[in-house]
């Protein structure tokens, strides 16, 4: 087990904060559910909940949010780790060796849900700890493969994390095919001001916004009905 030795990452109470951010920014840009990246629940199971990214395209990411800790786990398809470009079909070796067993017991509970099998790499932090830890697949992988591959894709999907709302603007743009986006709108939804009818039609014109609304306050957002 070692530190993750890379600047990109924040600590579990921001990460979570921007995961709920770009969730609720997805819901506004897109009806379809299957069409989202961003995605957030608060109640995956009593105690824990969840971010998930799926750029669609094969990868995707998991965040486990615990009382005991955050695991990450994510899997980018064209990895040389992952267990579909191995021989044998299975997980790297050490992959999800050293990570605390509490975190490991609710990933085995949604298994299913959480795509055990499919992992490049795999990140976690205990309790109110800083740092974020790896176990020891990373020694094997950088003795194995070049710098560029040894990290499972970590630096591409945890970048998806990083987006300010600059970076929002500038990729919903492509994503959602947008001529035009207002920064200031995506600002609101950063600073997690309540969500308003108004906002909704500034974001997103054609959303059907009660539907909107209705999603975004069942999923535990702050929002204003007028």
Known sequence: ????????????????????ILAALDIIFSEEEWLRVHHYENDLQPGVAWGNINNGAGDHLHVLFTNSGTLIKGFDHESPLSPHAREDGEIYPGMYDEVPEALMAVLRDQEETLDMEDVTFCLWQEGNDLSWMVGNWIQMATAEEDEADARGGAEFLLGYMN???????????GYYDLLDLS????????????????????????????????????????????
């Open 183 to 226: 920064l200031e709108a995506v600002a609101e939804i950063y600073d997690e001001k309540p969500v308003t009818a108004s906002l909704i039609k500034q974001l997103c014109p054609e959303r059907d916004v009660a539907a909107a609304l209705n999603e975004l306050q069942q999923r535990g957002y702050a929002v204003e009905q007028t």
């Open 1 to 20: 087990m070692q530190a993750w030795n890379d600047t990109i990452m924040m600590n579990a109470d921001a990460l979570r904060k921007r995961l709920r």
């Open 163 to 173: 987006k300010n709302s600059e970076d929002y603007v500038d990729w919903a743009k």
